[in-house]
């Protein structure tokens, strides 16, 4: 299987994570040109176990309902009408046949990206020297692990803190 996966990268920390996503219809038959999808901003959501967009994609996209899903929303539990469609992330990583929860509204976006998809490759952010940096993979390569790094770091840290001069010795 082709791994795909993309990078942002932003100047400072970062309190949300925002992408352009492409949303299209799961086509039949037909050949995907991935430059004329249409593109929509996205917000990466971990507390959200679906993948959802908002009612102005589905109008704009005339996707037809295949059923309906109970969705705990901040406004309460609602029954929520369910389509499926293709996402097109970054870098031109498409996750097909998703079942995505349409929203009256998603506030400040139209596509939020649910566990559905995330859990489907490696996801990390990282602020190193208070610069964000993002990045996601598919399908998941190998695991990422901060801790061995860490243990190691802070063990030639120890050694450095704790080393003790050598007395000198003798001339006979």
Known sequence: MEHRAFTSKADGIITEI?????????????TVITKDIEQFEAIW??????TAVSSKVIN????KLITFRPVNTGNGLVNAPVHLLNIML????IVPNVRVTELQNLNSCHVLIGMDIISQGDFAITHASGKACFSFRMPSHKPIDFVPESNLHNLKLKRATTKTPRPKRKKH
């Open 18 to 30: 925002r992408t352009q996503t492409g949303v299209f219809l799961v086509p039949t038959g037909q």
């Open 45 to 50: 959501d971990t507390g959200a176990s679906n």
């Open 60 to 63: 704009q996209l005339g996707s």
């Open 90 to 93: 970054p870098n031109n990583v």
